[in-house]
Nanobody, 125 residues
Framework: QVQLVESGGGLVQPGDSLRLSCVAS????????IAWFRQVPVKELEGVSF????????AYGDSMKGHFTISRDNAKNTVYLKMNNLKPEDAAIYYC??????????????????WGQGTQVTVSS
């Protein structure tokens, strides 16, 4: 079964860090670019970060630059999102997704065909 499973979310205080993991199964992660998205109620899905299949290219949403870092370990079939200096506005459900499209923007959800179930990040003092 082709699937992505996120983990690592939780409740943290402003300024704390978290590392999210996205583990792939049922397919070879090496061949696919992966992105992280996030969503809060009543807001649209927001592109957080993207990493190419071999990790040579990364991209970030404007508000994530400088305090989020995406990486991958293809041998472990895992993509990571390290989030530093978390702010209350970073609270959301975070999803990872497998990209199959090649013509649109990395932050367009239409480019992705397999999504994880999400992991909740709460930032509160």
């Amino acid at each position: 079964q082709v699937q992505l499973v996120e983990s690592g979310g939780g409740l943290v205080q402003p300024g704390d860090s978290l590392r999210l993991s996205c583990v792939a199964s049922g397919f070879t992660l090496t061949y696919f670019a992966i992105a992280w998205f996030r969503q809060v109620p009543v807001k649209e899905l927001e592109g957080v970060s993207f990493i190419s299949s071999v990790g040579g290219r990364t991209a970030y949403g404007d508000s994530m630059k400088g305090h989020f870092t995406i990486s991958r370990d293809n041998a472990k079939n895992t993509v990571y999102l390290k989030m530093n200096n978390l702010k209350p506005e970073d609270a959301a459900i975070y999803y990872c997704a497998r990209r199959i499209g090649h013509t649109g923007s990395w932050y367009s959800e239409l480019e992705y065909d397999v999504w994880g179930q999400g992991t909740q990040v709460t930032v509160s003092s």
